[in-house]
């Protein structure tokens, strides 16, 4: 009888900064199976989200293609008609197709809000949520305990094969690992498994965290980040937050209770593997969607171009096929869906525009990708009407960034009419905390800005993106 083709577990959470867990020794996180985990995996450390925001990562990790293709450059939310549509082909459509049971657990976030479509949804959907009814729509995911944007993880909802909302009173973290031990357990014996998991914490609201991981940190001194303005802290609104610097390390608290709360979840995961001899059968990635300011630059949440944001923890583990192994090999979402393909031996669409870096993570290269591009388009319901007004495409404007081993090199043509080009450019060697931009007036004055503005601009031609440098100058005509 021909060996099984191996299963595949894809674990992820909602705003999870690379430098928040134990084994990048960066933030004072408690994660003692994530970093016994890593110790049996491959470690890539310079994974990057291609954009800083939930629904447009989602986009890419599944399709492989870059958000202005996906045509979700934004969140899916009310005033927003964005979302994954049904005929784009996804690593769960392949997966399918190729004789899987595919499961999805958790946030999904990649269907239009239904109150974009009716007041008053069967489903009881409100804000972003949207029920997502079997069909094209969840992308040849036959299992499906989900649900679309709601951030309530002490009382969360889902739902299965209904409009039926599934109300639970549990930690969403702790519910959702119920549901994927259940599926692992009750799975089909004469098939492979994939199953995607997709926690929402640690995305705030931060208190939403079960008090006995808080009580690990609460005699601890957590410092904060050498890049937080400790005597100016705001929010990404640029208002000042109540509390200040109080609030600020409340937040980081409870931040990092919710990632240790995440690694007693997925100890979980790996003990039922243990125990169903499914470890040397099942490929297993920790990662997350983007990462989180929490202070750093004066910011919260994400959206922009620094490590703090664009930073994703990334683990993947195979035994006896991928190494134990660090590895600097540069990861780019849009990279992931033909990597996983690749590992599986499945056939990588001709859609996709990332690329296949399996082998060289079996065999420990870091030759791959020399250079990641990363993207932010204005998506408030605010912003898009006034470009709209303008006459202006606001998928034009935002930030686009490349990002190499050594460098960051950001062009931010702003998020309003008229807002005017500046570019930057980060030393990650010697400026590791980006405290020390240098201002790019001209790039052909630089020669690594020069290099990297022209393989930006080349870029940004071969996706079609229409980003320009300003209201009338478009950088790829």
């Not at 933030?27 to 939930?54: K, R, Y």
């Not at 098939?191 to 998991?197: E, Q, S, Y």
């Not at 033909?338 to 499945?346: E, I, K, Q, Y």
């Amino acid at each position: 009888m021909a060996k099984q083709p191996p299963n595949l577990i894809y674990i992820f959470a909602d705003q999870w900064r690379r430098q928040a867990v134990g084994y990048e020794d960066e933030d004072p996180v408690i994660t003692p199976n994530i970093d016994a985990f890593a110790q049996e995996s491959t470690v890539l450390t310079d994974a990057v989200t291609v954009s800083p925001l939930c629904s447009p990562h989602r986009s890419s990790l599944l399709t492989g293609k870059y958000p202005i293709n996906t045509g979700v450059y934004t969140n899916c939310k009310v005033g927003a008609d964005v979302m994954l549509e049904p005929d784009e082909v996804c690593i769960s459509d392949v997966l399918s197709v190729a004789g899987y049971e595919t499961g999805y657990i958790g946030k999904w976030h990649l269907d239009l809000p239904e109150l974009n479509v009716t007041d008053e949804p069967e489903s009881g959907a409100q804000g972003w949520d949207a029920y997502t009814p079997p069909g094209p729509k969840r992308h040849g995911f036959q299992y499906w305990y989900s649900y679309g944007a709601w951030d309530d993880h002490f009382s969360p909802h889902y739902w299965h094969n209904s409009s039926e909302k599934i109300k639970v009173n549990q930690w969403s973290v702790e519910h959702e690992t119920d549901r994927a031990l259940e599926f692992i357990q009750n799975r089909e014996q004469d098939r492979p498994f994939a199953l995607f998991v997709s926690w929402n914490p640690p995305h705030s609201p931060f208190e939403q965290v079960p008090e006995k991981y808080r009580e690990l940190y609460k005699k601890m001194d957590l410092p904060l980040r050498k890049n937080v303005h400790k005597s100016n802290y705001h929010v990404h609104t640029g208002e000042e937050v109540a509390g200040g610097l109080a609030e600020l390390k409340e937040n980081q608290l409870n931040y990092f209770a919710a990632i240790t709360g995440i690694d007693d979840q997925f100890g979980r995961i790996l003990q039922l593997l243990k125990e169903e001899e499914l470890e040397n059968e099942t490929i297993v990635v920790l990662t997350s969607d983007h990462g989180e300011m929490m202070g750093s630059h004066g910011l919260m949440a994400k959206h922009v171009w620094y490590e703090e944001s664009i930073g994703v923890p990334f683990a993947i583990r195979w035994p006896e096929v991928i190494p134990e192994a660090k590895s600097s090999l540069l990861l780019n979402t849009v990279d992931i869906m033909p990597t996983l393909l690749g590992l599986l031996n499945l056939h990588i669409p001709d859609s996709v525009e990332g690329t296949d870096l399996s082998q060289l993570i079996i065999s420990r290269k870091s030759d791959g990708p020399t250079e990641a591009y990363l993207c932010a388009y204005p998506g408030r319901k605010e912003a898009i009407e006034e470009f709209q007004k303008a006459g202006l495409d606001n998928r034009a404007f935002g930030w686009r960034a490349i990002r190499t081993h050594d460098y960051t090199y950001v062009i931010h043509n702003g998020y309003a009419p008229g807002d005017q080009p500046v570019r930057h450019l980060y030393d990650l060697k010697k400026d590791p905390f980006q405290l020390q931009p240098e201002k790019i007036n001209d790039p052909g004055s630089q020669p690594i800005a020069s290099e990297l503005d022209r393989k930006l601009r080349a870029w940004l031609k071969g996706v079609n993106d229409p980003f320009c440098l300003s209201t009338n100058v478009t950088i790829n005509k």
